[in-house]
């Protein structure tokens, strides 16, 4: 058994944070600075740009020697007319003020009162920086700013990370202006930064918020039966048009709140909803920034250690007790975010799997709205502040360092498939063994939540299980769950359907697609009708699969694990590389006839294993009308086997079965014309890449040889600093 390692000297891990449902307004505005090396003379300037009386307390936390005292004080104290103090214990924080760490220490605040600890031995760097941002997530969230100044290193990315997006603004200094640019680019790398401004303008971007943080009233959830402000409904509604997002289903508090942080960092006025909708109107670029901040894209790995180690210990174990090895295990993660939690559960049954010496196969879904975040957890590219929460041997196991970063190993992506899903409309995953959906809920109204805990429980099979955030609830769940533990919000799926779970996600647009010219049964019996439909479905529909214009697959429904497979290798969605059989050519072949002639196709003949037993099967192929060009519907028709049926003779003066022989030779020499043609083009596009891989060559060969002129300079200047050194430390003699 495999347990995240312990953190010691670090800044402390933190829970998920529920948002709250009032902001209050604030009194001072708390500017916390990070800085390392290079960060001494940027935080200088910025001092000196700001006014003599900024209305903010700002402190500062600076990489320093703990062996040596520190003169940080007197060096601020001349670029700035604030008081600029070292922090001592219980200091109370007050307005235009500067506070600088002390070395060796760590720095809270709690309440706007200082607090001071000594960090426990650790190995490697220590993150002061992190720690102080922690604290602030806490209890003063709302009201502060996080500058990012020069230096080397990881430190502030782990704390903007955990502070779930809540800061009121974060500015990086702009990478390209830093002498050293390792803390700004890592910053900016965690999607949390949200301006990156030159060391010039950053001073302008504080007063601004300061001003707007000390407009800002206080914004109390509204009544239940209270509507939404008619420019609030404007902004949601231009947002659906231009970012195909749809925002009507969250709660208004919290649209309320991200906007109005949206609007500090843009630098307008508290309570100016219209100037900040003719703002959304005039950029296209603030509408996509709002929009990517309501997402609230806020994941980590093993969140909440309770949880996962629940999971290592007792759900895993039982999902795989009595499991044949030909039955794959099947999770969604929906609302995965950048990915940390879809590999998080991965690695936990992947142990489970090795330990137990099972051959299962592992089929996550991962599946969030914003694509940015799909694609980001598609890379699987981390920085090293994964190491806070991932163990060094699970580090090993399931990791490549990749330039200072961890890229996850080909077997742990091998089993994520990632795609962009909206939970409220598009169809759930099915069939499935478990389904996490964690800090999802407590975003969307009491109406949204009831919806998604009912496409839930039809995904899941009996005995599937269910992980909510810690502060969710599946409400009246009505029969449908039993608790297998409430404060880690763990569920079973217990019972049948329920009449009306499927119109849940059968509806578009609120209307629930029905049979032409039928007249809608009673209300009385329509969830009878529901009933019928879905039993009919269950006991005789074949097993099918919905496919776009590249074959890529969109939704499966039935028994598909007997015709198809997840390829080895690099994921593919296309139906042609998940074929599970022979024929795929006449398969092909098939689809090009459908899509030429816009009418079904039959294909005869294809034939396999299942199981074990003999597996004969048809394939019928017909074009689906829908605004969405190019999608077919592939059903696999299963056919009965006769033993001893391939060799009895074919009597003599049997046409049809002639006919039927020479049009399977027919499509066959189709097929291989097809295919020889396929080559050929491959061929060609082989012969540009071989062109491209030259070029790419000589590229790095002309890089390499100005890496080594680099370092011959690099090796010079270091000479003559050492000489300059030198004689530093003779004149100081």
């Not at 800044?11 to 800085?35: D, K, Q």
């Not at 962009?420 to 598009?426: E, F, T």
């Not at 533990?485 to 009306?500: A, E, M, N």
Request: glycine residues 8%.
């Amino acid at each position: 058994m495999t347990q995240r390692a312990p953190r010691q000297a670090g800044p402390p891990a933190t829970r998920s944070v529920t948002p709250t449902t009032t902001i209050v307004a604030p009194a001072l505005p708390i500017v916390a600075i990070g800085a390392s090396a290079g960060g001494l003379d940027a935080c200088a300037k910025l001092l000196s740009s700001l006014p003599p009386a900024p209305g903010m307390a700002f402190i500062l936390v600076q990489h320093l020697d703990p062996n040596h005292h520190s003169m940080l004080v007197d060096l601020l104290a001349s670029h700035t007319s604030m008081p600029v103090k070292q922090a001592t214990e219980a200091m109370l924080v007050e307005r235009d003020h500067v506070y600088v760490i002390p070395p060796g220490t760590y720095l809270a605040v709690e309440n706007d009162v200082l607090h001071l600890s000594s960090p426990e031995a650790r190995h490697g760097a220590r993150m002061p920086f992190d720690f102080l941002l922690q604290s602030l997530a806490r209890t003063s969230a709302g009201r502060t700013a996080c500058v990012i100044l020069s230096g080397t290193g990881t430190d502030g990315s782990l704390g903007l990370a955990s502070a779930n997006g809540r800061f009121g603004l974060v500015i990086a200094q702009d990478p390209n202006e830093a002498a050293f640019n390792g803390m700004p680019r890592n910053a900016i790398a965690t999607g949390a930064v949200g301006r990156v401004l030159p060391l010039a303008e950053i001073s302008d971007a504080l007063v601004s918020f300061a001003r707007t943080v000390g407009d800002q009233i206080d914004r109390s959830e509204p009544a239940a039966n209270n509507e939404m402000p008619d420019r609030l409904l404007e902004i949601i509604e231009l947002l659906r048009t231009r970012t195909a997002h749809d925002f009507h289903l969250y709660k208004h508090g919290t649209l309320r709140r991200r906007i109005a942080r949206r609007m500090a960092m843009a630098g307008i006025e508290a309570g100016d909803m219209t100037g900040y909708l003719e703002a959304l109107r005039r950029d296209d670029k603030e509408s996509s920034l709002l929009a990517n901040d309501l997402l609230i894209n806020v994941t980590r790995f093993f969140r909440d250690a309770d949880v996962f180690l629940a999971l290592e210990q007792s759900v895993i174990p039982a999902l795989l007790s009595d499991r044949g090895p030909d039955l794959p295990m099947r999770v969604w993660i929906a609302g995965c975010s950048t990915g940390e939690e879809a590999y998080s559960i991965a690695m936990l049954f992947l142990e489970a799997f090795s330990a137990a010496k099972l051959n299962i196969k592992l089929q996550i879904f991962a599946s969030d709205v914003d694509p940015d975040a799909v694609a980001t957890a598609r890379k699987g590219l981390y920085t090293a502040t994964i190491e806070e929460d991932v163990s060094k041997a699970r580090l090993t196991r399931f990791f490549i360092q990749d330039e200072g970063r961890y890229r996850a190993s080909t077997e742990l992506r091998g089993c994520v498939v990632f795609a962009v899903q909206d939970l409220l409309s598009d169809p759930p995953f099915a069939r499935l063994d478990m389904v996490s959906c964690r800090n999802l809920l407590i975003y969307l109204d009491p109406e949204a939540q009831a919806k998604a805990v009912s496409m839930f429980h039809f995904a899941l099979h009996t005995g599937g299980v269910l992980l909510l955030g810690s502060s969710e609830t599946i409400g009246d769940g009505d029969g449908r769950f039993e608790v297998i533990s409430k404060p880690l919000r763990l569920y079973r799926h217990i019972g049948r359907p329920q009449p009306g779970e499927l119109e849940t996600w059968l509806s578009v647009g609120g209307r629930t697609p029905g049979i032409p010219g039928q007249r809608s049964p009673p209300v009385g019996d329509a969830r009878l009708a529901e009933l019928c439909r879905r039993m009919v479905l269950d006991s005789y529909a074949p097993a099918a699969v919905l496919i776009d214009r590249d074959q890529n697959c969109l939704y499966s429904l039935g028994p598909t694990e007997k015709y198809l497979r997840m390829a080895p290798g690099h994921f593919r969605q296309d139906l042609l590389s998940m074929s599970r059989h022979g024929g795929r050519a006449k398969l092909k072949t098939a689809l090009e006839q459908a899509r030429e002639s816009s009418a079904r196709v039959l294909a005869k003949g294809f034939a396999g294993t299942h199981d074990g037993q003999p597996l004969s099967f048809d394939v019928s192929i017909q074009p689906v009308p829908s605004d969405r060009d190019g999608l077919l519907l592939v059903c696999f028709i299963e056919q009965t086997v006769h033993a001893g049926r391939g060799d009895r003779p074919v009597a003599e003066g049997d046409a049809s079965r002639v006919a039927e022989l020479e049009h399977e030779l027919a499509v066959a020499q189709s097929a291989a014309t097809s295919a020889i043609r396929d080559i050929e083009v491959m061929s060609e596009e082989h012969k540009a890449i071989n062109e491209e891989a030259s070029s790419v060559s000589e590229e790095f060969q002309s890089t390499n040889e100005e890496l080594l002129t680099s370092q011959e300079e690099l090796q010079s200047l270091n000479e003559e600093l050492t000489a300059l050194n030198g004689q530093l430390q003779e004149t100081l003699e």
